[in-house]
């Protein structure tokens, strides 16, 4: 059978032991349909829910079947970077496994060996102040003209707001604009004053600290990649009432003092153990009165405890060392270091829509990514890593905070 729209109406049974294990697991779907297909051809629709309509053709059956035996939903990734499967829309997909995750949850779990050894793998790459410097350079460094050739021309890594309301105003703005009112959302939870000085943890290539900038602000920003450090030195907007200065520093080492502090999806990297000293070292650094705003992927709380004992996608091959924290985590670690926190907004869908707009510049550049002789699978494995956290917001496992905190004022 072709691998196009007539395979809705097929209802073949799945042929062999391979093609039954996959019928029995699916048949546990409860939201959406599935239409399954065989490298011979053979095909099955699973589900009855039309909610989400998803796809899947199997070009290597019993190699990809060995993956999920082994390492469950980590093993359905791995399959997808090797090729060993394919579908019409990656995103859709992964949403349905999402909205069926209870009912899957067996097939997804990795062997109890497997699980042992990702755990290890997890820890041995944890962020010391030496871990850390490797784990950004691994995902960082990768080189600026790879980023350059998807991202937006501020250089931007981060979630774009489209808008201040929960749905995204798509058609109100373009990704460069929302990526700049995210900026000016971030100074104003500040409510910074021309000539105060900001410390940024984790600048990137400089985006919110060219904003920053032009609004008068002092800024200092700190980085462990060395290509982001290249780019935001070299690309520095002269004229400005404000000046910024970067350094190659670990924020464990920073010891100045400063009227506001920022970090933009930097703490997802810091790492369970370092929670509190972050946050310790983030009051350290505000001066008394001083305000910090934090943008922050978090993790559903009921999700947590799994994904805390079983180390995902995300964690092994994209961002090594690195762990989702919950609103309750991070309201709890910010008053425990001496901070109020002010106000916490919820834009999630925000990160869906900006993953999506990614998505389509990552596939539009695919022939100039492999001139740059980045291989089929590590572009794979950067569509699963897209599509992944995607369908991740969409379904509100994860979401994305804007925390506003305060360190209390001499005698408050």
């Given at each position: 059978?072709?691998?196009?729209?007539s395979?809705?109406?097929a209802?073949?049974a799945?042929?062999?032991?391979?093609?039954?294990y996959?019928?029995?697991?699916?048949?546990?779907?409860?939201?959406?349909?599935?239409d399954?297909?065989?490298?011979?051809?053979?095909?099955q629709?699973?589900?009855?829910?039309?909610s989400?309509?998803?796809?899947?053709?199997?070009?290597r059956p019993?190699?990809?079947?060995?993956?999920?035996?082994v390492?469950?939903?980590?093993?359905?990734?791995?399959?997808?970077?090797?090729?060993?499967?394919?579908?019409?829309?990656?995103?859709?997909?992964?949403?349905?496994?999402?909205?069926?995750?209870t009912?899957?949850?067996?097939?997804?779990?990795?062997?109890?060996?497997?699980r042992?050894?990702l755990?290890?793998?997890?820890?041995?790459?944890?962020?010391?102040?030496?871990?850390s410097?490797?784990?950004?350079?691994?995902?960082?460094?990768?080189?600026?003209?790879?980023?350059?050739?998807?991202?937006d021309?501020?250089?931007?890594?981060?979630?774009?707001?489209?808008?201040?309301?929960?749905?995204?105003?798509t058609?109100?703005?373009?990704?460069?604009q929302?990526?700049?009112?995210?900026?000016?959302r971030m100074?104003?939870?500040?409510?910074?004053?021309?000539?105060e000085?900001?410390?940024?943890?984790?600048?990137?290539?400089?985006?919110?600290?060219?904003?920053?900038?032009?609004?008068?602000?002092?800024?200092?920003g700190?980085?462990?990649?060395?290509?982001?450090?290249?780019?935001?030195?070299?690309?520095?907007?002269?004229?400005?009432?404000?000046?910024?200065?970067?350094?190659?520093?670990?924020?464990?080492?920073?010891?100045g003092?400063?009227?506001?502090?920022?970090?933009?999806?930097?703490?997802?990297?810091?790492?369970?153990?370092?929670?509190?000293?972050?946050?310790?070292?983030?009051?350290?650094?505000?001066?008394?009165?001083?305000?910090?705003?934090?943008q922050?992927?978090?993790?559903?709380?009921?999700?947590?405890?799994?994904?805390?004992?079983?180390?995902?996608?995300?964690?092994?091959?994209?961002?090594?060392?690195?762990?989702?924290?919950?609103?309750?985590?991070l309201?709890?670690?910010?008053r425990?270091?001496?901070l109020?926190?002010?106000?916490?907004?919820?834009?999630?869908?925000?990160?869906?829509?900006?993953?999506?707009?990614?998505?389509?510049?990552?596939n539009?550049?695919?022939s100039?990514l492999?001139?740059?002789g980045?291989?089929?699978?590590?572009?794979?494995?950067?569509?699963y890593?897209?599509?992944?956290?995607e369908?991740?917001f969409r379904?509100g496992?994860i979401?994305?905070?804007?925390?506003?905190?305060?360190?209390?004022?001499?005698?408050?």
């Amino acid at each position: 059978m072709a691998w196009d729209s007539s395979m809705e109406h097929a209802t073949t049974a799945l042929p062999g032991l391979v093609g039954r294990y996959y019928a029995r697991v699916l048949r546990r779907l409860e939201h959406g349909t599935l239409d399954l297909e065989l490298a011979d051809g053979s095909s099955q629709r699973f589900g009855q829910d039309g909610s989400l309509q998803a796809d899947l053709r199997l070009r290597r059956p019993a190699r990809l079947l060995r993956r999920l035996l082994v390492h469950g939903a980590l093993g359905l990734a791995e399959g997808y970077i090797a090729g060993d499967w394919e579908t019409r829309n990656l995103t859709t997909l992964l949403r349905l496994l999402n909205a069926n995750e209870t009912a899957l949850e067996r097939a997804a779990r990795p062997g109890l060996l497997a699980r042992a050894a990702l755990r290890l793998r997890h820890y041995l790459r944890r962020n010391t102040p030496s871990g850390s410097r490797r784990n950004i350079a691994a995902h960082y460094d990768l080189g600026n003209a790879f980023y350059r050739l998807w991202l937006d021309p501020s250089m931007t890594y981060s979630s774009a707001l489209f808008g201040d309301a929960e749905k995204p105003a798509t058609d109100r703005f373009t990704l460069a604009q929302a990526q700049q009112h995210k900026y000016r959302r971030m100074l104003d939870l500040l409510d910074a004053r021309p000539g105060e000085r900001v410390l940024e943890i984790g600048c990137g290539w400089g985006g919110f600290a060219r904003a920053a900038a032009e609004r008068g602000l002092n800024v200092t920003g700190l980085t462990l990649s060395r290509e982001q450090l290249d780019w935001a030195r070299a690309n520095r907007v002269a004229a400005t009432p404000g000046s910024v200065e970067y350094a190659f520093r670990d924020y464990r080492e920073e010891t100045g003092r400063y009227d506001h502090v920022v970090s933009i999806e930097m703490f997802e990297a810091v790492g369970e153990a370092w929670w509190p000293a972050y946050f310790h070292n983030l009051c350290r650094c505000l001066k008394p009165g001083g305000r910090a705003a934090l943008q922050v992927i978090t993790i559903d709380e009921e999700a947590f405890p799994r994904y805390r004992q079983n180390p995902d996608f995300i964690q092994l091959y994209i961002f090594p060392g690195g762990m989702l924290p919950t609103t309750t985590h991070l309201s709890g670690l910010a008053r425990e270091a001496g901070l109020r926190v002010r106000r916490m907004d919820h834009f999630g869908l925000h990160y869906a829509e900006t993953l999506r707009l990614w998505q389509e510049r990552f596939n539009a550049c695919r022939s100039a990514l492999r001139d740059l002789g980045f291989d089929e699978p590590f572009l794979r494995m950067w569509r699963y890593y897209l599509s992944y956290c995607e369908a991740g917001f969409r379904a509100g496992r994860i979401n994305l905070v804007q925390l506003a905190l305060e360190r209390p004022g001499i005698g408050a």
